[in-house]
């Protein structure tokens, strides 16, 4: 029994198809003391060396054993700014947890359900984190209020630093707030992070875009440094015919205007047209929460994915979830053409079966087109998750350096130009959000260094 973790309650897949709550409710206080007692308090935690921001995962347990919750909040504050985020959406299975000693006979411990209890907790009893230190008179400009930005600011703030957020949107937390659904990270949680960094005196302004009116030459004169936490938001496209009819959208599109807009709602003044089948192309996270989500607006929902399912690369728990809430899955299938009536509308696509080879050399398998599968689906949207890379409008007026690929090139955290430093998605591509954080910090570092 001690080999099994405590297994997290869900809401009813039948239920939760039709609402946008929370699938998980999380540990009761009976179920997190459970879970922690199961912690061996290794002298070595090597579950430690699995977390980008190395939180002091045994002490923070050993605190829950003890019952006290508050210290546990303060040793996972003293290294992550967005505890009730982490605790839900990291991929602890492939960091933390997969190195829980725990693991190697039989379920790790579950290390984000209990930071989620901790900082849901904090949330509930309005813990705060450590209080800034005295201001040390130096300015720095955040662009960008995603993970990255965030944890920037925060642990500038914390070290007395006057700390400045730009947001282009009109409510900070980048995609925590766009992207990932309601049913995965409730907005309220978000905001209630959001709200702590203001405590320790973050001013977070939104609806300001960098790059236009004001720009990085701008912020340099008035800044003693700038980080650029700008994300990765431009979405791919397949480049294939019939793209630009109605109703094809990117995921960033459809999540956005569902999370941040509130298009499901039938006062939306960007409402999503009521459709009966959608199809999404593409097999990771963004691909699991549009289609998970569009099956909450009563959508026919399927993913198409040009691989099967062994090579899905979205979290199993998600892939899990979406199967038990009725997602339809056409796997080996790539569209080749959007159908269109005379109004440019979606009808359908033609697709094509494919056929995985045996694995190369480097151990991964070709994907090629099965002959003689051409067919036609119906369908009246077309969803393309199929990876995004960063949009430079921030960097408009700069002669910042970047890679081919189109990302910030870093020395460090530090970008070619004068005082300003990047990370996260605008620096690494698409990646997760503990990544995002452990940039921020690292900037954080560097900024201090360089300005004490
Ligand atoms: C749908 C979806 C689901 C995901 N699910 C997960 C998950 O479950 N777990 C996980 O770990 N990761 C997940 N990810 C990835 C993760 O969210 C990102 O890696 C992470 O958010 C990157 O953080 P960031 O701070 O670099 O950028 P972002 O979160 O993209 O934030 C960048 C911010 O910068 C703002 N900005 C951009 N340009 C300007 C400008 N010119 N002026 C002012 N502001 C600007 C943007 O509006 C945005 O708010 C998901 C991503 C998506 C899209």
């Known amino acids: 029994m001690n080999d099994q973790k405590v297994k997290g309650r869900l809401q009813e897949a039948s239920e939760r198809v039709k609402n946008f709550e929370e699938v998980e409710f999380g540990y009761n206080d009976e179920e997190a003391l459970q879970e922690a007692s199961r912690c061996l308090q290794c002298k070595n935690p090597r579950c430690m060396t699995g977390c980008p921001v190395s939180i002091e995962i045994p002490n923070f347990i050993h605190a829950i054993k003890e019952g006290n919750i508050k210290e546990a909040y303060e040793i996972i504050s003293r290294s992550s700014s967005l505890p009730a985020v982490c605790g839900r959406v990291c991929p602890q299975e492939k960091q933390c947890e997969a190195m829980c000693v725990k693991g190697l006979k039989g379920e790790a411990i579950s290390i984000g359900s209990l930071e989620r209890y901790v900082a849901d907790q904090a949330i509930l009893n309005n813990f705060s984190a450590e209080l800034p230190k005295k201001k040390n008179g130096k300015k720095v400009a955040i662009v960008g209020s995603g993970p990255a930005g965030l944890t920037c600011a925060g642990d500038l703030a914390k070290a007395g630093y006057d700390v400045t957020v730009y947001e282009v949107l009109h409510k900070a937390g980048g995609v925590l707030t766009y992207g990932i659904p309601e049913f995965r990270l409730p907005k309220s949680i978000v905001q209630k992070e959001v709200d702590s960094l203001k405590k320790l005196g973050v001013e977070v302004l939104c609806d300001v875009p960098i790059g236009n009116a004001l720009t990085i030459p701008d912020l340099q004169k008035k800044y003693d440094a700038i980080f650029l936490g700008t994300g990765a938001g431009l979405p791919k496209f397949m480049g294939i015919e019939g793209e630009n009819a109605n109703q094809v959208f990117s995921a960033n599109e459809i999540l956005t205007r569902i ?25 990771g996270n963004v691909a699991m929460d549009a289609v998970r989500s569009l099956k909450r607006l009563g959508v026919d929902a399927h993913i198409m994915y040009r691989r099967s399912m062994d090579e899905l690369p979205a979290r199993l728990m998600e892939v899990e979830h979406a199967k038990d809430e009725g997602i339809v899955f056409d796997l080996l299938k790539n569209p080749v053409k959007i159908l269109t009536d005379d109004n440019n509308n979606v009808i359908g696509m033609e697709v094509v079966e494919m056929e995985l080879s045996e694995a190369g050399e480097d151990g991964r398998k070709q994907v090629v087109e099965k002959k003689d599968s051409l067919h036609t689906v119906e369908c009246d949207m077309v969803v393309m998750a199929l990876g995004t890379s960063p949009n430079h409008e921030a960097l408009k007026m700069s002669n910042i ?13 530090k ?15 698409a990646a997760t959000v503990i990544l995002a954080m452990e940039a921020g910090k690292k900037a954080a570092k560097e900024i201090m260094e360089k300005l004490s």
């Open 259 to 283: 999370n941040l807009m509130g298009a499901y709602k039938d006062d939306s003044k960007t409402p999503i047209k009521k459709v009966k089948t959608a199809y999404v192309i593409g097999g």
């Open 401 to 413: 350096e970047l890679s081919d690929r189109g990302l910030i090139v870093v020395e460090g955290s």
């Open 415 to 429: 970008t070619s130009l004068d005082k300003v430093y990047a990370g996260g998605d605008a620096v690494t591509g």
